[in-house]
């Protein structure tokens, strides 16, 4: 059973147009994060949510924003994709706090995102 | 600046040998350890982790080692199968409030051959 799911599997976006993508998850792990992979590069994280805190990473553009309404939810949107952002998008969940400091993330099978 | 490494970027092996993989990381806040596998167009799956107070951890064909004092882990696949080709990436966490953000090497493409 999937316990990270992100939707949709594949996304083709117009340059500039707006895109959300989405990611759902059944382990009610407090984290989930957004990466961004872009080929033969290592996985490089956008932000995370620890509960309803938002954290973004130093270098995310602006361009990029993430929601979490709910500990099951977490949406990525890209404001205005240009070429440069066309990669793997992945979305990973942990349970981290007290007794749970040491252990891995699960991640859903992520979002390949065209721009054309 | 890259705080996780993977020099390697292919790996080839014959199936029933060993495969060895390496990893190098600068960051002494990193205590917790992973190595994931990742097939194309998926996500990446958990193999097998270790923590910083161990120097190894074994789990079924899968051997992590760590070496603190020259920041170097590496994963052991005993024997290999052609059903381990992928890519595989090392990543590391550091402790404290964190939130546990994981850092990921490049990966290295793992190819068993029959």
């Known amino acids: 059973d999937a316990m990270v799911i992100q939707n949709p599997r594949y996304q083709v976006t117009q340059f500039g147009k707006p895109v959300t993508l989405s990611c759902s998850q059944t382990l009610n792990h407090n984290v989930m994060y957004w990466y961004q992979q872009k080929s033969s590069q290592a996985p490089k994280l956008l932000f995370h949510?620890?509960?309803?805190?938002?954290?973004n990473e130093a270098d995310t553009p602006d361009n990029f924003q993430s929601r979490r309404p709910n500990t099951s939810f977490c949406f990525l949107d890209i404001r205005s994709p240009g070429l440069g952002d066309a990669a793997m998008y992945l979305c990973a969940t942990r349970p981290v706090g007290g007794h749970s400091m040491n252990t891995e993330a699960f991640f859903g099978q992520g979002t390949r995102l065209t721009v054309v | 600046d890259q705080q996780v490494k993977q020099n390697s970027p292919s790996l080839s092996v014959q199936e029933g040998r060993i495969s060895i993989l390496n990893c190098d990381y600068t960051?002494?806040?990193?205590?917790?350890f992973l190595w994931y596998k990742k097939y194309p167009a998926e996500g990446p799956t958990f193999l097998i982790s270790?923590?910083?107070?161990?120097d190894k951890n074994e789990d079924g064909r899968f051997t992590v080692f760590l070496n603190k004092s020259a920041k170097h882990l590496s994963l052991h696949i005993v024997p290999s199968q052609p059903g381990d080709s992928a890519v595989y990436f090392c990543a590391a966490s550091p402790g404290g409030t964190s939130y546990g953000k994981l850092t990921f090497g490049q990966g290295t493409i793992l190819t068993v051959h029959p």
């Open positions: 270790i923590s910083s107070i161990k």
């Open positions: 960051n002494s806040m990193f205590d917790y």
């Open positions: 949510y620890y509960d309803k805190d938002f954290n």
